[in-house]
């Protein structure tokens, strides 16, 4: 068992959200039960993530995207309302971190999708230190890379493939970070992989011969909150379990 403040705690001193400047409130989103013995990780708190936590018995949610964001306007109605109302019948707490999770050396997204693409970062980039970026590990085609991320997330990522050149410098940010494209070109990627991917970037992987993937922004940030929530719930000797909501976006 673990104390509600004791696992706040915790997660403030792993992630450190006083580090970032983040697009909404980090850390305890709704407070529930005082003492904790189940954690569910998931990526998005959505409806579908909540009943399914809730229906396993949770006590505890940690997620990457959570309910609250900038430019929202307050209200709790339509579909906000839905989700808080099953997490306060349920007297379960919602914990999200965004930034910070992303940003983990060791346990974040960055770090953890890395992993799975057999990649090690030697340095960071890009607004607030976000970007990662190493070594391929020889020579690497574009192709190859994808294949990789294809057999690492089940699921195809889509490949501009730049000017074809050999890949030795690999730079990634999980999520919705294809405006961190040009930040990677010029801290001397020859593949930028992400998540998600806009218009721009098509003309600039053509223009800069610089090869970008984006490979899901749900598959690339699955990892992070589940080896964040394994993490906390060996330090309490409480379980974890990570449920996985399909997204094709
Ligand atoms: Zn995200």
């Not at 976000?130 to 889509?158: K, M, N, Q, W």
């Not at 011969?209 to 993490?231: K, S």
């Amino acid at each position: 068992m673990a104390e509600l403040n004791e696992v706040d705690t915790c997660l403030r001193t792993l992630l450190r959200p006083e580090a970032f400047r983040d697009y909404g409130p980090n850390g305890l989103q709704v407070e529930g039960r005082r003492e904790l013995r189940r954690i569910v990780s998931g990526v998005t708190a959505s409806l579908a993530f909540i009943e399914a936590a809730i229906a396993a018995g949770a006590d505890t949610l940690i997620v990457h995207h959570g309910l609250f964001w900038r430019g929202q306007d307050g209200r709790l109605t339509g579909w906000l309302k839905e989700r808080v109302k099953r997490l306060l019948a349920a007297d379960v707490s919602l914990f999200a971190y965004h930034l910070p999770l992303d940003a983990h050396a060791e346990f974040g997204n960055n770090a953890q999708f890395g992993l799975r693409l057999q990649l090690a970062a030697d340095a960071r980039f890009g607004e607030q230190d976000l970007g990662f970026i190493g070594d391929a590990g020889g020579a690497v085609t574009a192709a190859a890379l994808a294949a990789r991320a294809e057999l690492a997330l089940a699921r195809r990522p889509l490949l501009l493939p730049g000017d074809g050149r050999p890949l030795r410098r690999i730079a990634w940010c999980t999520g919705g970070a294809q405006g961190y494209f040009e930040a990677a070109v010029a801290a001397g990627a020859d593949a930028f992989v992400t998540g998600e991917v806009s218009e721009p970037q098509a003309h600039l992987a053509r223009e800069t011969g610089v090869a970008f993937l984006a490979c899901g922004h749900h598959a690339t940030e699955r990892y992070g909150a589940a080896a964040v929530a394994a993490q906390v719930a060996a330090r309490f000797g409480i379980e974890h379990r990570f449920i996985e909501i399909d997204n094709p976006a």
